[in-house]
């Protein structure tokens, strides 16, 4: 890490420790039926016909209903985030470039609007709009929008990340699309200040890359950004899931403009069946 680095994340990690003290709201399924297609905008054109589309969930409940029950009410739902040791356990939804009967058009409606399509100030996480997830491709890099709010819902337990000590306790968070569950570990935790040219510049929220050495390089820069090593290793074919969260190095969310960003790649074969075991 760098002299810069290390300077200005000893800065940041005084600034979020205020924010754990004072924490605002920014603004910034066995088959039912049968195989419920996504709308088109969620099929890449590699993906087979519908006939040989999963189904959605409908066994798992999060809140008294599963992912079909969602997907029934709301075809923007795209999944279920869960992380142990904090608040976040939400319905995920998919950004999408479209018109709402209801609140804002476009990729961002769910910063403001709850899953009915109600005004909200704590809005619903959603996925970058720009990220592909199917029943049998995603992207290498899929990001996660989520509030800071002062409850400590949406994102805001994010901030625990800050310390090395809750990471060793709290490794894993699991994300269920609406036809698979992934596991995901923590390996970087890391703050976006929008304020620093060179931090503005990097942009973590990429969802593709056109190589493993790019991907690799990405890694190398997140690595350098961290607060601490995790010891977590990444491969050049990972998928990854990153979370992004309005943080404020100064404790004044008037002036402030960063990002808090927890990122998880994938769990390998051998952390899944460690985690089945567990569980067991």
């Known amino acids: 890490m760098t002299k810069r680095n290390r300077t200005t994340n000893k800065a940041l990690l005084r600034g979020v420790a205020v924010v754990l003290s004072v924490c ?9 039926a049968g195989p419920v297609l996504p709308p088109q905008s969620r099929v890449s054109p590699t993906d087979v016909t519908a ?30 985030l869960t992380i142990d040791g904090i608040l976040t356990d939400n319905v995920v939804m998919l950004g999408q470039d479209k018109p709402y009967e209801q609140g804002d058009d476009g990729i961002n409606h769910y910063l ?35 509030h800071h709010m002062r409850n400590g819902t949406m994102l805001a337990g994010l901030d625990y990340y800050v310390k090395e000590s809750y990471f060793q306790d709290h490794q ?18 890391f703050i976006v200040n929008l ?13 593709e890359f056109k190589s493993e050495q790019a991907f690799l390089d990405f890694i190398d820069e997140v690595r350098e950004r961290s607060f601490y090593d995790t010891g977590v290793t990444v491969q050049g074919t990972d998928r990854i899931l990153t979370l992004s969260t309005c943080t404020y190095p100064t404790g004044n969310s008037a002036v402030d403009n960063a990002r808090l960003v927890v990122m998880a790649r994938q769990c390998t074969p051998e952390e899944e069946a460690a985690l089945q075991s567990d569980a067991a």
């Open 24 to 32: 605002v709201l920014t603004g910034l399924s066995a088959c039912a």
């Open 51 to 80: 006939a040989a589309v999963p189904c959605i969930d409908n066994t798992v409940l999060h809140n008294g209903k599963t992912l079909y029950d969602y997907y029934s009410e709301n075809n923007d739902t795209i999944g279920w």
């Open 112 to 146: 403001n609007y709850d899953f009915s399509h109600q005004a909200s100030r704590a809005g619903e996480l959603y996925i970058d709009a720009r990220c592909r997830i199917t029943y049998n491709s995603m992207s290498q890099n899929m990001t996660v929008y989520g």
């Open 172 to 189: 894993y968070m699991t994300f269920q699309t609406l036809w698979h569950t992934y596991h995901f570990r923590v390996f970087g935790v």
């Open 195 to 207: 304020k620093v040219k060179s931090d503005a510049a990097f942009n973590y929220r990429r969802p």
